[in-house]
């Protein structure tokens, strides 16, 4: 009979510190992937201003596209928060996006090989930060789910492990198809 | 892993029985051919693991990018999306110069992996397509196929010589006395065993790899939400039809696709479905359909999670 209060007691035991353990590491991946979208999108918004510098030149008549990419980048960068963040963002792809798309109108621009090398770029660095905000969210289900089902619920409530925020693409985006960077070969 | 040497045990223990008469008071005190077997065993997959990836490589004649190349630095920027979404440690890239479109991933771990693509893919697909077979190989490594895929292709060697060597002992008259000895309701079904020991890991390292490959389907539209690149850069691969001529029988399940293309591969049939190496590549190409499709699949579920 001892045996089996010991053996239950020993089962509780390792539960509870493979749970507690498991969230915990959970918690930190989530930091770290949060980390990797900021590093992406510094990289961004050193690449947009030699896009634009370089595209001026022939793209006359389309200044007030050029400075509208400029503003949201500003903007992008000043914001707070998850959800300003996305806000911002959500601006600064439409203008970029609109920018691609004027490109197609400038053959000169389409052979002129640092448009195509920075294009790529930018085209690497949307899909970094989209992939990267997916893992996160991948994490972040993953944790919030653990934290909400039972039995790890009550470890979670326990020791005060608090749900993380989702990463959530605007409404407008959503609607929106979405446009393709790269120039057709 | 342990299912190959649990293997290589079990004939080492049947030749001892058989050949030595170990386990008994006549025989040797050491079973010999155990102990063979089993460092044979050790051996091979200590190789596999520290050298193998570099021995597979070096084999298909793999070279490191070069990243002034346009095609070269986006091959490079598509492995680093891939590694981001997976939340995998970035891979080492290469490229083989031949025209044949194939793709493989080898090493041993997530940290020392290698993902390798054939020139004639990076000629043949679109970005998107590229992504999809980089996202399929990213999640061989994710999944830890590529230790089991390296080990099998060195194994596979192993367990041959094994086996002839099992097989010739029967025809030498000494071992012939011994066996006449023995229960042949024990020895028999034993000497089969062995003669067929080959083939027996050939079926187990094809149906592994078989069901691998479904599995990478699924990580590649799950890392990319995005199936029907990969179904797209699977039917132009389908088309282009090209053998490709550096790969053997024993490094073909490393590969995107079947590089030998032998005929028996593109039927579904029970016989043809049981000594592939790959599954039909219709097949893979209507489950890729079928997930970018129907709500109740996987990749769905987990965009509605994601969505909530």
Not at chain 1, 57 to 79: F, N, P, W
Not at chain 2, 74 to 96: C, D, F, Q, W
Not at chain 2, 199 to 215: F, K, N
Request: aromatic letters at 8%.
């Amino acid at each position: 009979m001892i045996f089996v209060i010991w053996g239950v007691i020993f089962v509780i035991g390792i539960w509870l510190i493979s749970t507690y353990n498991g969230l915990t590491a959970l918690r930190l991946r989530i930091q770290n992937a949060w980390r990797q979208i900021d590093v992406q999108l510094k990289r961004r918004y050193d690449l947009i201003p030699n896009l634009v510098e370089t595209v001026k030149g022939y793209m006359q008549h389309e200044q007030d596209t050029l400075q509208k990419v400029i503003e949201a980048r500003s903007q992008a960068m000043a914001s707070k928060g998850a959800k300003q963040a996305a806000e911002a963002e959500n601006m600064l792809n439409q203008s970029l996006g609109k920018i691609f798309l004027l490109m197609e109108n400038y053959p000169d621009l389409k052979a002129n090989k640092n448009v195509l090398d920075l294009q790529e770029e930018l085209t690497t660095t949307e899909n970094q930060i989209t992939f990267a905000r997916q893992y996160y969210n991948d994490l972040v289900t993953q944790y919030n789910t653990k934290q909400q089902v039972f039995p790890s619920n009550m470890l979670a409530g326990f020791f005060g492990f608090k749900p993380s925020e989702l990463f959530e693409a605007a409404e407008a985006e959503k609607a929106v198809p979405r446009v393709n960077l790269s120039l057709s070969r | 892993m342990a299912i190959f040497i649990l293997f290589f045990l079990f004939i080492g223990t049947t030749i001892d029985y058989l050949y030595f008469d170990a386990f008994t008071a006549a025989g040797p005190t050491f079973p010999i051919a155990t102990i063979f077997s089993l460092s044979f065993a050790t051996l091979t997959t200590l190789t596999a693991y520290y050298g193998g990836g570099e021995i597979i490589l070096s084999s298909l004649g793999a070279e490191k990018l070069n990243l002034r190349i346009p095609e070269h630095r986006e091959l490079h920027n598509i492995v680093t999306e891939m590694a981001l979404a997976s939340g995998s440690a970035m891979p080492r890239v290469y490229v083989i110069f031949d025209p044949a479109p194939n793709a493989l991933a080898t090493g041993s771990n997530e940290k020392n992996a290698a993902i390798c693509v054939t020139t004639g893919l990076l000629t043949l697909l679109d970005r998107e397509e590229t992504q999809g077979v980089v996202a399929h190989e990213v999640s061989h490594i994710r999944n830890e196929d590529i230790l089991l895929m390296t080990l099998v292709s060195i194994l596979l060697g192993g367990i041959a010589i094994l086996a002839d060597w099992g097989r010739r002992g029967f025809y030498s008259s000494r071992s012939g006395r011994q066996l006449s000895k023995k229960n042949p309701l024990v020895f028999i079904p034993l000497l089969i065993l062995i003669a067929l020991s080959p083939l027996i890991a050939r079926l187990l390292a094809m149906a592994v790899s078989r069901q691998r490959e479904y599995l990478a389907d699924a990580g590649a539209a799950q890392y990319t939400r995005n199936p029907r690149g990969l179904a797209h850069a699977l039917e132009k691969i389908r088309d282009a039809s090209m053998p490709f001529h550096k790969a053997t029988r024993g490094t073909a399940h490393l590969f995107f696709v079947n590089p030998l293309r032998r005929r028996v591969n593109d039927r579904d049939g029970r016989l043809a479905g049981l000594l592939a190496s790959h599954p039909p590549i219709a097949r893979r190409i209507a489950l890729l359909y079928r997930m970018a499709g129907l709500p109740q699949s996987a990749v769905q579920r987990s965009r509605v999670q994601m969505v909530q």
